[in-house]
């Protein structure tokens, strides 16, 4: 989930909310708080699910082993019980996702192809 994207909406909404409010649509800008409001409380709960190790592990892309360690030492906090530990979603750590070059600049492309085909 892009959890940035989703901020942005909201931003949107209100500041729709407030052009809607300078017009005299005050229901209308009413309703669109009300969205913005309902989604970040969305969000909030999302983010702060607490995860088993397991759930942690596959959304974080770190091992359970590694996520188990860091809760038991403090360096990630632990929102569980002993012998139960529990990890809220925004206090993962995230791995950089391996990313291709993007292939729309056409110099790019070219090194990059030359280098898959050996050139």
Sequence with gaps: M???RLEALTDE????????????QESQALMAESYAG????????WL????????ASAESGYSYDHLQHAASGGSIPNVGGEGAPRIRRCDLPRKAPKTEP???DGDLADRVL???LGA
């Design 2 to 4: 892009n959890v940035e």
């Design 13 to 24: 909404w209100r500041k729709e909310a407030d052009l809607l409010r300078r017009r005299g």
């Design 38 to 45: 309902d989604l970040e409380l969305r969000l909030r709960e």
């Design 48 to 55: 702060t699910q607490p995860l088993t190790l397991a759930e």
């Design 102 to 104: 993007c292939l729309a």
């Design 114 to 116: 030359a280098r898959r």
